[in-house]
C-alpha cells in the first residue's frame, strides 16, 4: 500500500519542555490509523505539528514525497479538537465556505454537502444557522467540512468526543466507508472500543513517546496478555498466590485474575487447587482499554527500545 503521510523523528517542546520526542510513523492509503494515550501525552501537538499550526524543533512531516511548505494542504482534511465554526452562517454555506478554502469546485461541493448532510441526520438543515445547532449536530457539519473537498488524507483529532451512540456508530461508519474508498485516515480517540472496531493500525503516545505501535492484531497478539474470570467464592489473597498472575480485581464473588505475558494458559488451569470455588471461569485476552490503563498507569512492562519512562 502507497504511503501517504510519513512523519519522522519529530520532536517538540514548550518553554524547554520537551512536549513530544522521535515520533515516527507512516499512514498508508485506505488504512485508518489511531493515535493514542492519555491526557496531555502530546497526540494533539503531534497532529498540530502534522497540519503545520506547530513547527516541530526537530523531525520531518511529509505528505508523499513533499515536505513541510510544499505539502498541497487542499488535499488534506482536518477535523481539530477544538470545534469551531462562525456562528451566524448558515449551515449549507459554511460547507461551501470551507469548500472554496480548499479550491474544490462549488457545483460538487454542494451535491456532496447535500449527500452527507442526508447521510448523518441533517438533511433539511441547509438554512439553519450554525448557532441553533446542536454540539452533536455541528460537529457533524465540521466534520462534513473537513470531508467536502474529498481528501486523500483526513486528520481527525477525537471525532467521537461530544457524540451520543447513535452518532457515535453513524462517524464509525462513515469513516469506515472513507477508508474502503482509498482515503489515508489518522485519527486520536480515547475510545477505545470504537480503537479497535476501525482502525487497521495504532500508535500509542505517553509521556510525549512512542510505548506501542503495530496493527491491531499484533497489539493484542504481544500486549493483550490474558486474564481469567472466575466466579465463586474466593479470597483475593489466595488468587493472587497463584502462579503467574499479575493482579487480581475482586468485586463481590467475581474475580478477575490477570496472568503474566508468558503463561500458558492449558497448563496454568490444570494447575489451579482443587479447593477454588468455581460456579464460572472463562479466559479471555484483555482489551485494548485494558491495555490502555495497563500503559497510562505504568503497569505495563515496556520492552527494551520502547519509550523510557520518565
Ligand atoms: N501551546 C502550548 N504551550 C505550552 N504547553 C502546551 C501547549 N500545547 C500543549 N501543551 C502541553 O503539551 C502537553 C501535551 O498536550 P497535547 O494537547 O498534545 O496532549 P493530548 O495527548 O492531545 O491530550 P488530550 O488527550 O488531553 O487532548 C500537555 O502537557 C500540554 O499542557
Not at 497532529?47 to 513547527?55: N, T
Not at 479447593?275 to 482489551?287: A, P, Q
Amino acid at each position: 500500500m502507497e504511503t501517504i503521510l510519513s512523519v519522522k523523528g519529530l520532536g517538540k517542546a514548550f518553554k524547554e519542555r520537551q512536549i513530544i520526542k522521535d515520533i515516527s510513523f507512516e499512514v498508508k492509503r485506505g488504512e485508518i490509523m489511531a493515535i493514542l494515550g492519555p491526557n496531555g501525552a502530546g497526540k494533539s501537538t503531534t497532529i498540530r505539528s502534522i497540519m503545520g499550526i506547530l513547527y516541530p524543533d526537530e523531525g520531518t512531516v511529509k505528505f508523499h514525497q513533499c515536505e513541510a511548505g510544499k505539502i498541497p494542504r487542499h488535499k488534506i482534511g482536518y477535523l481539530p479538537e477544538e470545534r469551531g465554526l462562525y456562528k451566524n452562517v448558515k449551515v449549507m454555506d459554511m460547507i461551501l465556505y470551507l469548500a472554496e478554502l480548499k479550491d474544490y469546485p462549488i457545483k460538487k461541493a454542494k451535491e456532496r454537502a447535500l449527500h452527507y448532510l442526508k447521510k448523518l441526520g441533517l438533511e433539511g438543515k441547509e438554512k439553519v444557522s450554525v448557532e441553533e445547532l446542536s454540539k452533536g449536530m455541528a460537529q457533524k457539519v465540521q466534520f462534513i467540512g473537513s470531508i467536502i473537498h474529498e481528501p486523500e488524507l483526513l486528520i481527525l483529532d477525537e471525532p467521537f468526543s461530544g457524540l451520543d451512540p447513535l452518532s457515535q456508530d453513524v462517524f464509525k461508519n462513515e469513516i469506515k466507508e472513507l477508508a474502503q474508498s482509498g482515503t489515508a485516515i489518522l485519527l486520536s480517540s480515547h475510545q477505545m472500543n470504537m480503537v479497535e472496531e476501525i482502525c487497521d493500525r495504532l500508535f500509542m503516545i505517553h509521556r510525549g513517546q512512542r510505548v506501542i505501535e503495530g496493527t491491531m492484531a499484533d497489539v493484542k497478539n504481544e500486549y493483550a496478555n490474558f486474564k481469567c474470570t472466575i466466579r465463586g467464592n474466593n479470597e483475593a489473597s489466595v488468587l493472587e498466590r497463584l502462579s503467574n498472575v499479575s493482579r487480581v480485581e475482586q468485586k463481590g464473588n467475581v474475580a478477575v485474575i490477570y496472568l503474566n505475558q508468558d503463561v500458558v494458559v492449558p497448563l496454568w488451569l490444570r494447575r489451579l487447587p482443587e479447593t477454588l470455588s468455581i460456579d464460572e471461569l472463562s479466559i479471555d485476552r484483555i482489551s485494548l482499554h485494558e491495555i490502555f490503563i495497563d500503559i497510562a498507569t505504568d503497569q505495563h512492562i515496556v520492552k527494551e527500545g520502547d519509550a523510557s519512562y520518565a
